[in-house]
């Protein structure tokens, strides 16, 4: 048998009330910050500013920070192995244009999508073309209900 004592960790509602309070203020930060362009540096302040809201909600409300270290270490660790592939995404993503010399542009230059009017006569084409499926579905229903 094993001598393993487990403890219990109760947490007072005064610092759920707390953290709660600080998840509004961030979450207000975060609006009025979306509101301001800081270049370059957009993603890195919303990531930030997330990154501590989900901080709090796994340190507190998730017991993290009370329950066994192993498992911080984990946690932690998926963190960090998730922002080196987002991280490693990002810069492949935003450095294709120096490695390429095209930009992207249509495929067919003279594609029925490209042309508001022959985009617009498909649209029509293809709703009554629904309607009129609609309409023999509804009068094989009433056939068959007449029988």
């Given at each position: 048998m094993s001598s393993r004592t487990e403890t219990t960790h109760i947490?007072?509602?005064?610092?759920?009330?707390?953290?709660?309070?600080?998840?509004?203020?961030?979450?207000?930060?975060?609006?009025?910050?979306?509101?301001?362009?800081?270049?370059?540096?957009?993603?890195?302040?919303?990531?930030?500013?997330?990154?501590?809201?989900?901080?709090?909600?796994?340190?507190?409300?998730?017991?993290?920070?009370?329950?066994?270290?192993?498992?911080?270490?984990?946690?932690?660790?998926?963190?960090?192995?998730?922002?080196?592939?987002?991280?490693l995404t990002m810069a492949d993503t935003q450095t294709r244009k120096?490695?390429?010399?095209?930009?992207?542009?249509?495929?067919?230059?003279?594609?029925?999508?490209?042309?508001?009017?022959?985009?617009?006569?498909?649209?029509?084409?293809?709703?009554?073309?629904?309607?009129?499926?609609?309409?023999?579905?509804?009068?094989?229903?009433?056939?068959?209900?007449?029988?």
């Open positions: 947490t007072p509602l005064g610092t759920y009330l707390k953290v709660f309070g600080a998840l509004l203020i961030l979450t207000v930060i975060t609006v009025t910050v979306s509101r301001f362009n800081f270049g370059e540096y957009n993603l890195i302040v919303a990531m930030s500013i997330a990154g501590l809201k989900a901080l709090l909600v796994a340190l507190i409300f998730m017991h993290l920070l009370y329950d066994h270290k192993f498992y911080m270490v984990i946690f932690i660790l998926a963190i960090v192995f998730l922002a080196v592939f987002i991280i120096d490695i390429y010399d095209y930009e992207m542009q249509e495929i067919q230059k003279n594609a029925v999508i490209y042309n508001e009017a022959d985009t617009t006569d498909l649209l029509q084409a293809d709703s009554l073309s629904a309607l009129e499926h609609d309409t023999a579905a509804a009068d094989d229903r009433a056939s068959e209900a007449g029988h």
